[in-house]
């Protein structure tokens, strides 16, 4: 037999509590997810009121594991994230790849606005402005969702207060996955709200160089084969790299990366570190 709730008057009845969503350690908020292709994301979240960090540093974040099947306990799973949005933003913005098999993107990236992301609150990384030398024009070359540090920096008055001449170079297979950093660039060049920051006509110094290497499109080619060649330099009808001039910051796949350090070398760069500062820096910490 069920037993009976007591009958109460309805206009003394207690509001039922709200379920209790679990609250993750360091937790954050989605407030926002784009999807750009099948292996490719966005998502934005609510900000640390304490977190302090310099564009193009990078974060841990992940979510819960799955149970221990013997204690039941679950253990946060956590990568390295570059802050995709400015240190100056109210939010935080985060570009992601989805790996179907993979233990934390095969789950991140069904999140959405009102979910909870862990998010631990410690800045780190080596794509920033104290890292290099000052020089007239500064490169950042990325593969896939190596764009994401330059999505913080480009989006940041220094890098326009210290160059005359920022160049973005993004080297993706398809041209869907192109689309997050071109629509960024978009919305740079008619951002009042950054104009306002960086002063009118700032948007003029920002070069972004796009290319694929399996589907067609306007450029065709690894931004490094196209740099052996002279045809970037060409195209943007600027000198080779110098270490006179010229700063560079690096973030894409592990190959990519240690290709195109090798190339800077060869034009005479040196890598800097934070406490080091030289010609160009790399994200050790990223992997496409």
């Given at each position: 037999?069920?037993?009976?709730?007591?009958?109460?008057?309805?206009s003394?009845?207690?509001?039922?509590?709200?379920?209790?969503?679990?609250?993750?350690?360091?937790a954050?908020t989605?407030?926002?997810?784009?999807?750009?292709?099948?292996?490719?994301?966005?998502?934005?979240?609510?900000?640390?009121?304490?977190?302090?960090?310099?564009?193009?540093?990078f974060?841990?974040?992940?979510?819960m594991?799955?149970p221990?099947?013997?204690t039941?306990?679950q253990k946060?799973?956590?990568r390295a994230?570059?802050?995709?949005?400015?240190?100056?933003?109210?939010?935080?913005e985060?570009?992601?790849?989805?790996?179907?098999?993979?233990?934390?993107?095969?789950r991140?990236?069904?999140?959405?606005?009102?979910?909870?992301?862990?998010l631990r609150p410690?800045?780190?990384?080596?794509l920033?402005?104290?890292?290099?030398?000052?020089?007239?024009?500064?490169?950042?070359?990325?593969?896939?969702?190596?764009?994401?540090?330059?999505?913080?920096?480009l989006?940041d008055?220094?890098?326009?207060?210290?160059?005359?001449?920022?160049?973005?170079?993004?080297?993706?297979?398809?041209?869907?996955?192109l689309?997050?950093g071109?629509?960024?660039?978009?919305?740079?060049?008619?951002?009042?709200?950054?104009a306002?920051?960086?002063g009118?006509?700032?948007?003029?110094?920002?070069?972004?160089?796009?290319?694929?290497?399996?589907?067609e499109?306007?450029?065709?080619?690894?931004?490094?084969?196209?740099m052996?060649?002279?045809?970037?330099f060409?195209?943007?009808?600027?000198?080779?790299?110098?270490?006179?001039?010229?700063?560079?910051?690096?973030?894409?796949?592990?190959?990519?990366?240690?290709e195109?350090?090798?190339?800077?070398?060869?034009?005479?760069?040196?890598?800097?570190?934070?406490?080091?500062?030289?010609?160009?820096?790399?994200?050790?910490?990223?992997?496409?």
């Open positions: 037999m069920t037993e009976m709730a007591p009958v109460t008057d309805a003394t009845a207690a509001p039922a509590p709200a379920p209790k969503q679990m609250v993750l350690p360091d954050q989605v407030t926002d997810v784009q999807h750009y292709t099948d292996r490719l994301f966005s998502f934005r979240t609510t900000r640390p009121a304490s977190l302090r960090f310099r564009s193009g540093e974060v841990m974040i992940g979510l594991g799955d221990d099947p013997k039941g306990k946060p799973l956590l994230y570059s802050i995709a949005s400015p240190s100056w933003d109210d939010e935080l985060f570009y992601s790849i989805k790996v179907q098999d993979g233990p934390l993107t095969s991140l990236q069904h999140i959405q606005p009102g979910d909870q992301i862990i410690k800045p780190v990384g080596t920033v402005h104290d890292a290099l030398l000052p020089g007239k024009r500064i490169w950042f070359f990325a593969t896939g969702t190596g764009f994401a540090p330059f999505a913080s920096l989006r008055p220094q890098t326009y207060e210290d160059y005359d001449e920022i160049i973005i170079t993004h080297t993706c297979r398809e041209v869907g996955e689309t997050y071109a629509d960024l660039i978009e919305s740079i060049r008619g951002d009042e709200m950054l306002e920051l960086m009118e006509g700032f948007h003029e110094k920002l070069r972004y160089y796009p290319t694929t290497t399996r589907e499109s306007p450029k065709m080619g690894r931004i490094t084969d196209l052996r060649s002279g045809e970037v060409e195209d943007l009808g600027v000198a080779p790299l110098c270490p006179e001039n010229d700063r560079a910051m690096i973030c894409g796949n592990l190959a990519f990366n240690l195109l350090k090798d190339m800077l070398e060869e034009y005479g760069l040196e890598e800097g570190a934070n406490s080091d500062p030289k010609q160009y820096v790399v994200e050790k910490a990223f992997l496409d």
